[in-house]
């Protein structure tokens, strides 16, 4: 049986070892191999890698998007990639954009440059929601005017207009998703979920912005990875893809059930001054996904909340000590 290489870039974070370990797993196809490029920044871990460090059809290499010379050598033995590599923090890219623009556009025309040169037969780059813009009402459908409102969210809306560029230019196989937000274990505790849920399980206050009625669209990690591995193997080239979860809640709403879930009360919540251009709402359309690939989100919020708290309880050397290949491990801030 031919096994179809692909590269996975930013393997080592939340969204990418999931997508690995989902394709090396018991439940994954067993004609891929997987070679996972990561330069191991702050919010990678090696350990997420753990449960497929073994298999004969897994490799790692630790590198940077932005180096022509290697990206271009991996593409020569790849054929297909999935992007999902960026900085994407937004209170990060608020302080500081230029690392932002470096990974998130230039790598990203990297990359495509070499896969072109290359031949890859398909490239799923890996976007958000947020380069829509905050919506009032209503959800955004694919074919919605981008309106990013962060550096974070500008230069991802960047790298999506890039990647589509080379398939109406040259012709190169590119499928574009843009996800809602991800929640589930292994995520790095900076993110709204895992950072109120390791800091109350510590007895810590958590930081809730402005008034707390910011609204999001909950997606389980799992259900979003099902879905790139749909865009992969069935999506149309050209085409972007929104994915959705379905489950809509403001932050107080949100942060309301983790304080159920972790044991505490209000008392353990501060208000803090809102960020700089908080978006007040984000919502996808999914239906083309649903309706072109048969893509519906799967994991009940109540339960999937549930299995996060529980797992982050019961797995602090795995989210606490941030692992890179030839390094010792180091503590990760909560």
Same mark, same amino acid.
């Given at each position: 049986?031919?096994?179809?290489?692909?590269?996975?870039?930013?393997? &080592?974070?939340?969204?990418? %070892?999931?997508?690995?370990?989902?394709?090396?797993?018991?439940?994954?196809?067993? /004609? +891929?191999? #997987? $070679?996972?490029?990561?330069?191991?920044?702050?919010?990678?871990?090696?350990?997420?890698?753990?449960?497929?460090?073994?298999?004969?059809?897994?490799?790692?290499?630790?590198?940077?998007?932005?180096?022509?010379?290697?990206?271009?050598?991996?593409?020569?033995?790849?054929?297909?990639?999935?992007?999902?590599?960026?900085?994407?923090?937004?209170?990060?890219?608020?302080?500081?954009?230029?690392?932002?623009?470096?990974?998130?556009?230039?790598?990203?025309?990297?990359?495509?440059?070499?896969?072109?040169?290359?031949?890859?037969?398909?490239?799923?780059?890996?976007?958000?929601?947020?380069?829509?813009?905050?919506?009032?009402?209503?959800?955004?459908?694919?074919?919605?005017?981008?309106?990013?409102?962060?550096?974070?969210? &500008?230069?991802?809306?960047? %790298?999506?207009?890039?990647?589509?560029?080379?398939?109406?230019?040259?012709?190169? /196989? +590119?499928? #574009? $998703?843009?996800?809602?937000?991800?929640?589930?274990?292994?995520?790095?505790?900076?993110?709204?979920?895992?950072?109120?849920?390791?800091?109350?399980?510590?007895?810590?206050?958590?930081?809730?912005?402005?008034?707390?009625?910011?609204?999001?669209?909950?997606?389980?990690?799992?259900?979003?990875?099902?879905?790139?591995?749909?865009?992969?193997?069935?999506?149309?080239?050209?085409?972007?893809?929104?994915?959705?979860?379905?489950?809509?809640?403001?932050?107080?709403?949100?942060?309301?059930?983790?304080?159920?879930?972790?044991?505490?009360?209000?008392?353990?919540?501060?208000?803090?001054?809102?960020?700089?251009?908080?978006?007040?709402?984000?919502?996808?359309?999914?239906?083309?996904?649903?309706?072109?690939?048969?893509?519906?989100?799967?994991?009940?919020?109540?339960?999937?909340?549930?299995?996060?708290?529980?797992?982050?309880?019961?797995?602090?050397? #795995?989210?606490?000590?941030?692992?890179?290949?030839?390094?010792?491990?180091?503590?990760?801030?909560?």
């Amino acid at each position: 049986m031919s096994q179809t290489r692909i590269l996975v870039t930013g393997g &080592a974070g939340f969204i990418g %070892s999931h997508y690995v370990r989902t394709l090396l797993g018991a439940l994954g196809p067993d /004609d +891929v191999t #997987v $070679t996972v490029l990561d330069a191991f920044t702050y919010a990678a871990n090696l350990a997420n890698l753990a449960p497929v460090a073994h298999s004969d059809r897994y490799r790692l290499v630790v590198g940077d998007i932005c180096d022509r010379e290697l990206v271009d050598g991996l593409m020569a033995e790849h054929d297909q990639v999935v992007h999902f590599a960026a900085e994407s923090h937004v209170d990060r890219s608020l302080a500081s954009a230029a690392e932002f623009v470096r990974s998130n556009v230039l790598g990203t025309q990297t990359l495509l440059d070499a896969a072109l040169h290359q031949g890859i037969d398909r490239f799923v780059h890996i976007s958000t929601d947020e380069v829509y813009g905050s919506i009032p009402a209503g959800s955004c459908s694919e074919e919605q005017p981008l309106h990013p409102n962060s550096p974070y969210a &500008a230069s991802k809306a960047s %790298s999506d207009l890039i990647a589509l560029s080379y398939h109406r230019s040259h012709g190169l /196989d +590119v499928c #574009v $998703t843009r996800c809602s937000n991800n929640y589930g274990y292994h995520q790095y505790p900076e993110k709204i979920i895992p950072l109120f849920v390791t800091r109350l399980l510590a007895g810590r206050k958590v930081p809730l912005y402005g008034d707390g009625l910011n609204v999001r669209d909950w997606l389980h990690v799992d259900d979003h990875i099902r879905a790139v591995e749909l865009v992969r193997t069935r999506g149309r080239a050209g085409e972007v893809y929104n994915i959705g979860g379905g489950t809509e809640l403001d932050n107080r709403g949100l942060t309301e059930l983790l304080l159920e879930a972790c044991g505490a009360d209000w008392e353990s919540v501060e208000y803090v001054t809102d960020r700089k251009g908080h978006d007040r709402r984000y919502s996808v359309d999914w239906r083309k996904a649903h309706i072109e690939l048969g893509y519906k989100p799967h994991v009940d919020f109540a339960e999937g909340l549930a299995e996060t708290v529980a797992w982050y309880r019961d797995n602090s050397e #795995v989210w606490g000590r941030a692992t890179r290949p030839g390094q010792a491990t180091g503590t990760a801030p909560c």
